[in-house]
């Protein structure tokens, strides 16, 4: 079974740092590329960051030189390390297959208070 779980979220100050987590069933983990997606209120989801099974790392304008993806292969994990916060990067944070395939999971909320 497909498992897509994230975790980290929570609030933060502007300028601050989070860094989230995204776990992933091992089949999926070793081929695909991982996004991780936000979708903050009363907008469209948009890709912020994706990594390669490779490690070759793509990210949204709005968060070069901020955010950094990276992925631990022993733990079928995905991580977003997000750094200097912006209000505007509040979101709820999911992450999934780029392009993605599967269903979205509950993702995890980031909120950046002022």
Not at 79 to 97: F, R, S, W
């Amino acid at each position: 079974q497909v498992q897509l779980v994230e975790s980290g979220g929570g609030l933060v100050q502007a300028g601050g740092s989070l860094r989230l987590s995204c776990a992933a069933s091992r089949s999926i983990f070793s081929i695909d590329a991982i996004g991780w997606y936000r979708q903050a209120p009363g907008k469209q989801r948009e890709l912020v960051a994706r990594i390669t099974s490779a490690g070759t790392t793509n990210y949204a304008d709005s968060v070069k030189g901020r955010f950094a993806i990276s992925r631990d292969n022993a733990k079928t994990t995905v991580y977003l390390q997000m750094n200097n916060l912006k209000l505007e990067d509040t979101a709820v944070y999911y992450c999934n297959t780029y392009p993605m395939r599967y269903s979205w999971g509950k993702g995890t909320l980031v909120t950046v208070s002022s």
